[in-house]
């Protein structure tokens, strides 16, 4: 595995439409670890492919400690309820940001092993996979949010 530079604000690849993925390879495979361990070690509850640079749709998250999502093609199909609260990003440093989510949200993708899963986010799971999905077309949450925070 291997730890990748992670993006800042004003590098190109955060404000592009990734590209799905159309096969899941050894690449990918080695992309998703690594994506892991590059969150993991930057302190993150998220990360998606174009922070590290790699415009394909593809992310992954976690809130709860070892308990990864790994979302290939992840798309929200469903989605409930209101709530606002702060949000960083790891491509932002510094800045937070209040911006309103829903508090449920069931996203469907394909895992590691290319098969369709359905999963459900509540609270800050919400959130990270709102956050994180928002980065697959090039949105940040300093589009969105209701007002910028000092610290
Ligand atoms: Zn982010």
Redo the contacts with the bound molecule.
Sequence with gaps: MAKLNIRKLGDDALRKVCRPVDEITPRILTLLDDMVETMRAANGC?L?AP?VGVLRRIVVVEVEEGVVYELINPKIIAYSGEQEAEEG????PGQWGTTRRPMNVTVRALNRRGETIEVTGHDLLARAFC??LD?LDGK??IDCAIRMNED
Excluded: R
Aim: charged share 10%; hydrophobic share 40%.
């Design positions: 998220g998606a922070q990003c790891l491509s932002v956050h994180e980065h940040l949450f």
